[in-house]
């Protein structure tokens, strides 16, 4: 039976912070816990959208990569669809849509799947690029991102709200990626406009958090706290 009110996520957000970008869960071991959800994949490459059970892999040439189970990721998260609430949407921006949730639906303290399929009158979004060896931090990586737009484009919206409270482990807040439906634009969302849509919304119980113990690096590694969050709000936003 599947787990429906659980959150998965491997890896944390800090650690990308601090630059430990090496793929450390294989792609199929990840799906296990989820069908839906977002992420990157190893060395920093490119923004994740898994929809369906099918990841795809958005590159910062604007490439979409669909990727294989033994794909590894550095930090994703996945949950397994199962809609409480659908509503249709008509030409309301991202901004309104997030406030209007947020307003409704009383979840400044909850984790939530939110998933949109429909036609976006605009969508904007960015990649960052492939890392290589010896890695720089998360912002230094993301200083420079390809951005992308596109007009009249269908496809689906995937991503989380997560509690503030969690920032660090995760974003908090709203963080979504877009995927379209012949699978060749996409990418970290900075803004869209929905033309006509359906959201379906899930709140989720329970986040579980996996670590790669046995990897070296993030074994070893010294995390800056201190400056945590305002290198997250530079680099996602």
Do not use: C
């Not at 977002?38 to 059970?53: F, K, Q, R």
Request: proline share 4%; aromatic share 8%; net charge negative.
């Amino acid at each position: 039976m599947r787990d429906t009110i659980t959150l998965y996520q491997h890896g944390t957000l800090a650690m990308l912070v601090a630059g430990l970008f090496e793929g450390t869960l294989p792609l199929g071991e990840l799906l296990e816990h989820g069908d839906t959800g977002i992420g990157t994949a190893d060395s920093l490459d490119g923004e994740m959208v898994i929809v369906d059970g099918q990841a795809y892999k958005v590159q910062g040439s604007g490439k979409v990569v669909p990727l294989t189970p033994d794909t590894k990721v550095p930090f994703a998260s996945v949950h397994f669809m199962d809609a409480q609430e659908t509503r249709s949407l008509v030409g309301v921006t991202d901004e309104q849509l997030k406030e209007q949730l947020q307003a409704e639906m009383k979840m400044d303290n909850v984790f939530v799947g939110v998933r949109i399929d429909g036609t976006f009158s605009h969508m904007h979004t960015r990649a960052v690029n492939k890392q290589v060896r010896p890695f720089p931090n998360l912002t230094a990586a993301t200083r420079v991102q390809p951005e992308f737009e596109q007009d009249q484009v269908s496809g689906s919206v995937v991503g989380y709200f997560s509690p503030h409270l969690f920032q660090g482990a995760t974003v908090g807040g709203f963080h979504w990626h877009f995927i379209n439906t012949t699978r060749d634009f996409g990418g970290h969302i900075l803004d869209f406009t929905v033309n006509q849509a359906e959201i379906s919304v899930q709140v989720l119980e329970n986040m579980v958090q996996h670590l790669p113990i046995t990897n070296t690096e993030f074994r070893a590694k010294n995390m800056a706290l201190d400056s945590l969050n305002k290198d997250i709000d530079e680099a996602e936003h």
